[in-house]
């Protein structure tokens, strides 16, 4: 693939494969399991956790007394998985909706175009917090039984989290379809009896196939920002649970260590003078997001490139 010879793409490719591999392989080694970090002594006598980054390497430890980088290793898997996953079931149904609806029905996705267009200004936020309050949320801050399982939580999570961004997709594939319809090699193809099968497979997916790629990648950077969104406002992915923290403080905690869900919990240390432990998932979430916007411009530069030297691939700007 081109794009590994762009240093864009590498540095972004490299940082996601080397996270969720990490987290993966220490999953696998160790199962997940994230130690308390025992009392250390100082001058003074013993020091009570949480520990500082400059007293617990890399970066300090939570309030529940563990490793901050080991919980940020184990939540990636999560996180990435989970921003991966959704961006895919988008990517599937938007790009099959819009492509279909565009080639088969054009009048009906004309007809249908001003009401998906209606997404663009509606908060997704505010859609998705609505409609996973009830299932997620109450239940359990009353430190009551949650009325749906685990996996049933799962499940109603990734259809929200999916659905809500599918009109706005949509919209985006269907545009980028209309574009290629009306270049002038189409005409030429459908004047000599090709069927819309025939241009589907032999016209429209070679030009649709990076723009794609690039779309993918985009649906996965703006799931990270849906997650972080809702981790504030109290919505972990799968649900959470009360537990006590070393201050005496019981709050909803996230059941996978995903870091939406971390920041969410520690949030309220941010202006005390514990600031690493909201810091540093909040780090981790933005590097992550800086990583994928570097490899969907470092994807589309080496698209770019191809196109100057005369090559049958171009690649357009998609918004985001």
Not at 192 to 198: D, P
Request: proline content about 5%; some cysteine.
């Amino acid at each position: 693939m081109k794009a590994f010879k762009n240093l864009s793409f590498v540095i972004g490719f490299s940082f996601i494969a080397l996270i969720l591999g990490g987290s993966l392989v220490y999953g696998w080694v160790c199962g997940d399991a994230i130690p308390v970090v025992p009392l250390k002594s100082g001058e003074e006598g013993a020091m009570k956790p949480p520990y500082g980054p400059m007293d617990h390497l890399p970066f300090g430890t939570n309030a529940l007394g563990q490793s901050m980088f080991l919980v940020m290793v184990v939540g990636a898997k999560f996180t990435l998985g989970i921003a991966f996953l959704v961006a895919f079931l988008r990517f599937v149904l938007s790009a099959f909706i819009g492509t279909v609806m565009t080639l088969y029905v054009p009048k009906f996705t004309a007809w249908i175009r001003p009401f998906l267009q209606t997404f663009y200004y509606y908060p997704i936020t505010l859609l998705a917090f609505m409609m996973l309050y009830w299932v997620l949320f109450e239940d359990g801050l009353m430190g009551g039984e949650f009325s749906y399982s685990f996996s049933a939580r799962v499940l109603i999570e990734l259809a929200v989290l999916t659905l809500a961004a599918v009109p706005i997709s949509t919209l985006i594939v269907s545009n980028e379809v209309k574009d290629i319809m009306k270049q002038e090699f189409m005409e030429s193809v459908q004047v000599l009896g090709g069927n819309r099968r025939h241009i589907l497979r032999k016209h429209l997916l070679p030009f649709l196939k990076p723009r794609f790629i690039v779309l993918f990648l985009r649906e996965a950077i703006q799931v990270l920002i849906l997650l972080s969104h809702l981790g504030i406002l109290g919505i972990f992915f799968g649900g959470g649970a009360l537990m006590e923290d070393l201050f005496g403080n019981s709050a909803m905690a996230s059941l996978s260590n995903e870091w939406s869900g971390l920041i969410g919990r520690d949030f309220r240390y941010l202006f005390t003078t514990y600031t690493w432990i909201p810091f540093v998932p909040i780090l981790f979430l933005t590097l992550a997001i800086i990583a994928l916007k570097l490899m969907v411009e470092g994807y589309q530069e080496a698209y770019g490139e191809w196109e100057r030297k005369g090559k049958t691939c171009p690649l357009q700007k998609i918004p985001a």
